[in-house]
């Protein structure tokens, strides 16, 4: 199986932004040095295995996710977990609207 450090530097920038994170946040909450995530982003660094897994606690993700392009929530068991991966990403007002949408939906009668 063949890695594509592109797409990984893609993916990666992908959820750090929808998660609105700069680089240099990653950077910190990761404990990687300066620019690495950037050099990373852009393929120019191949992170270890070590580098991946710290980065996908901070972008609250799986490894399957970054490396393969796999999204864990296509299956039906995984709906709550993805649910759950975008509403973190919202705005604080858009978390409350998303709640309360989700309050009216298992109030329905269907």
Same mark, same amino acid.
């Given at each position: ?57 901070? *972008? ?29 990403? *919202? ?20």
């Amino acid at each position: 199986m063949y890695t594509d450090y592109k797409e990984l530097g893609r993916r990666i920038a992908r959820r750090r932004k929808q998660l609105g994170l700069t680089q240099s946040k990653v950077n910190e909450m990761a404990g990687l040095s300066d620019k690495y995530l950037s050099n990373i982003e852009r393929a120019v660094s191949v992170p270890s295995i070590d580098v991946i897994m710290k980065l996908c606690a901070v *972008l609250k993700t799986t490894p399957d996710e970054l490396l393969l392009g796999a999204v864990s929530g296509e299956g039906i068991g995984n709906i709550g977990r993805v649910a759950a991966m975008k509403v973190e990403a *919202l705005s604080r007002e858009k978390q409350l609207l998303a709640l309360s949408l989700l309050d009216w939906i298992s109030e329905q009668k269907i």
